[in-house]
């Protein structure tokens, strides 16, 4: 579903406050590519987010975030029950996926987030 600047932004906060995990996919849709990081979201900014991978154990170097710009993005929002059951496989343990495309782009950047690990560790 569709859903505001605002609304993703207040879903991005609230998942720093949680300390949530994210997993981010950049994909680019010609030529076809993507890359993934595993981390948590270390700022929010009307215009940017931070996405950091710094307490991983496999850090290395200085390559361990993403910012992406949020400037004239647009954004999809799905629970993870509600994912078409194709997809469940590959995205299970995952609650929550933000979709976040640019218009006249060929970039589109996937975060997957899991519950908070009390939760997540119980289920």
Known sequence: MDITANEAL???RKWMDEHRVVQCA???RVPESHAKL???IDAVTSDMLI???RKSKLVLGHAFS???SLTGADYDYVEGRHVAQEF???LEGYDAFITITYP???LSIGLAVIPPLEEFMQS
Request: charged share 25%.
């Open 51 to 53: 996405i950091n991978a």
């Open 10 to 12: 207040s879903l991005f």
């Open 104 to 106: 006249n782009s060929e």
């Open 88 to 90: 469940r496989p590959k």
């Open 26 to 28: 950049f994909r680019v």
């Open 38 to 40: 595993l981390g948590s």
């Open 66 to 68: 993403a910012e992406i």
